[in-house]
């Protein structure tokens, strides 16, 4: 497979009949985000983890498309309540993906400020779910 | 290695079954929940019958004596890795000195009864007639042919290897629900002397709610409801059963034969459970009540075919996931 920024066009043209408006495309050959301004499709800097973290330290994103559910099925309470401090790597929450969990998990502590989705709603994904305090 | 902590009373090691040895008198023993054992197994990438812990009694407690991933399904049991808290019907890693407890189960109308304790690669015990079960009445397969004691050390054929962890399945009491009038219930398929007993009796099988006593175990259950009456009484010949048969004895409350049933029996036949709702019924707690939905030959068929498509469902999205590369934070 080529380098993927050399598709850089071919995937813009794609997405301009779509309302799709960030598109992100890693491979082992190199990664590729598109963005829509107004009606343009334009290339956007690569954004790394360490960035992506700098910009919005406060966000659990989805971590794949699915349903997202604030607590476990067979569980009465949910898992994060608002207020809670959780830390690091604690799961606050569940996407279902057809018969499957995943979890949603925190990438640092904090402290619960919002659910930003409602309990059973399907996720895109990149959907922010939880919103952070930071401690 | 793992080192069971608790008295562990009558969690025995248990795989889908030894099938193919009624003819030598030999029952099929096997785990009571055989999805939440192949649903455990497929979790951990290891084959659908390996053979795991099946926990009927709590607090049970095992310590791991190396890392090795393991998956909790069957009933929630509130159980926890040291202090964290674990998901139930989830795959998670362990790490070697790490205690697993399980506690009471819990989940008020999803109750279930029984915990399946799967490991990597599965419990690594010598295969006996084709199966790693327990088989209690002869007192072969398992470990050593008997229930897990405190002090007992099993071994897990895959610790130690890699395996993703950290996700879980929605639990089939979820995805494959089925009650009749609120209760929990199973299909059956009237049996050869169903047509002997009063039509009565016929109707109040199907319109009643049945208890499961406290004498139920992994031999039968013992239920108790309103008494089945024969037209006439019957005197059978012993003959072969199988897991699942509803034999009415001569009080009238009706005995279902479950996993570790003997391979004969003498009393009417009124109805038998059909092998795809074995594993609600291995479920069911004791003094929870069931009920009885009358089924046919097509229908019971059917049915299987439900849960292998759930299986073979769970099958693709679990390797689908198993592949995939770790996700970025």
Known sequence: MQDVALQASQFAAWLADTDIGLFELRTPHGSLRLGRQGDDIVVLPACD??????????????????????????AGAPLARIGEHVPAGQTVGLLQIGPLFLPVVTAEAGEIAAMCVAHGLPVGYGTPLVELHPL | MIEVLSSAALATVQDLGRTGSLRWGVGTSGAMDNLALAAGNLLLGNALGAAAIEVPVFPFKVRF?????????????????????????????????????????????????????????G???????????????????????????????????????????GFGLV???????????????????????????????????????WKITSQSDRYGYRLEGEALRPIAPMELRSHGIVPGVIQVPHSGQPIIQMRDAQPSGGYPKFGTVIEADMWRLGQAPIGSRVRFIETNWEEAVAALD????????????????????????
């Not at chain 2, 089939?172 to 002997?196: F, I």
């Not at chain 2, 439900?306 to 996700?327: I, N, Q, T």
């Open chain 1, 49 to 74: 983890a360490e960035e992506a973290a700098a910009v919005e330290p406060a966000v659990v994103r989805a971590p794949s498309v699915g349903v997202f559910l604030h607590g476990h099925p067979l």
């Open chain 2, 171 to 209: 639990p089939p009491a979820l995805a494959l629900p089925l009650q009749q009038g609120g209760v929990p219930a199973v299909r059956v398929l009237p049996a050869a002397e169903y047509m002997g007993f009063e039509p009565a009796s016929r109707a109040a099988f199907w319109a009643g709610e």
């Open chain 2, 306 to 329: 439900e849960v292998r498509a759930w299986l073979d469902k769970v099958a693709r999205m679990v390797e689908l996931h198993r592949g995939a590369p770790a996700a970025r934070r």
């Open chain 2, 123 to 165: 419990v690594d015990v010598p295969e006996v007639l084709g199966s790693r079960s327990t088989q209690l009445r002869g007192a072969f397969g398992g470990h050593e042919g008997r229930a897990l004691r405190r002090g007992d050390v099993l071994r897990a054929a895959g610790a130690g290897a890699a395996c993703k962890t």
């Open chain 2, 65 to 121: 004596g190396e890392d090795c991933a393991f998956a909790l399904t069957g009933a929630d049991c509130a159980a926890r890795l040291d202090d964290q808290p674990l998901l139930p019907w989830w795959v998670h890693q362990a790490r070697a000195g790490q205690v697993l407890t399980l506690g009471l189960p819990q989940g008020g109308a999803q109750r279930g009864s029984r915990a399946m304790l799967c490991l990597a690669g």
